[in-house]
C-alpha cells in the first residue's frame, strides 16, 4: 500500500551539493519517524540522519555541519541536502520511514525503505 521512491543521486565532485529527495505514494495517512541511511560498496548501512515521531534531528558525526535532512508533511516527502561533499559520501543512500496508512479496512503502521539511490563524488 506504500511506496517510498528516491531521486536526485549521481556524480558530483568533491566540495559540491546534492539533494536527495524521497516521497512516499499509497495510502498514506501520517509519515511518522523519517531517516536516511547509506551503505558503501564493502560496508554495512550506516545512519545518515534522522528525524523522530517527536522531531528531534539527529546526524551522524561524519555529516554533521554538512548535511541537512528536512520534509514536507504535505507532500508526505523527506530531503537529504548535502552539501561539501566528500569522495566517502559515496555510497547508495536510502530513505527509510514508519507510515500509518490506510488498507481500505483500517489503519496500520509499518517500517517501510526506498530501493536505494548512488551517490558518487568523484576528487
Known amino acids: 500500500q506504500v511506496q517510498m521512491v528516491e531521486s536526485g543521486g549521481g556524480l558530483v565532485q568533491v566540495g559540491g551539493s546534492l539533494r536527495l529527495t524521497c516521497a512516499a505514494s499509497?495510502?498514506?495517512?501520517?509519515?511518522?519517524?523519517i531517516g536516511w541511511y547509506r551503505q558503501a560498496p564493502g560496508k554495512q548501512r550506516e545512519l545518515v540522519a534522522t528525524?523522530?515521531?517527536?522531531?528531534?534531528?539527529n546526524y551522524a558525526d561524519s555529516v554533521k555541519g554538512r548535511f541537512t535532512i528536512s520534509r514536507d508533511n504535505a507532500k508526505n516527502t523527506m530531503y537529504l541536502q548535502m552539501d561539501s561533499l566528500k569522495p566517502e559520501d559515496t555510497a547508495d543512500y536510502y530513505c527509510?520511514?514508519?507510515?500509518?496508512?490506510?488498507?481500505?479496512?483500517?489503519?496500520?503502521?509499518?517500517?517501510?525503505w526506498g530501493r536505494g539511490i548512488q551517490v558518487t563524488v568523484s576528487s
Open positions: 527509510n520511514a514508519e507510515v500509518t496508512f490506510y488498507s481500505g479496512i483500517a489503519y496500520y503502521t509499518d517500517d517501510y
Open positions: 499509497g495510502t498514506v495517512f501520517s509519515i511518522n519517524r
Open positions: 528525524i523522530t515521531s517527536s522531531g528531534s534531528i
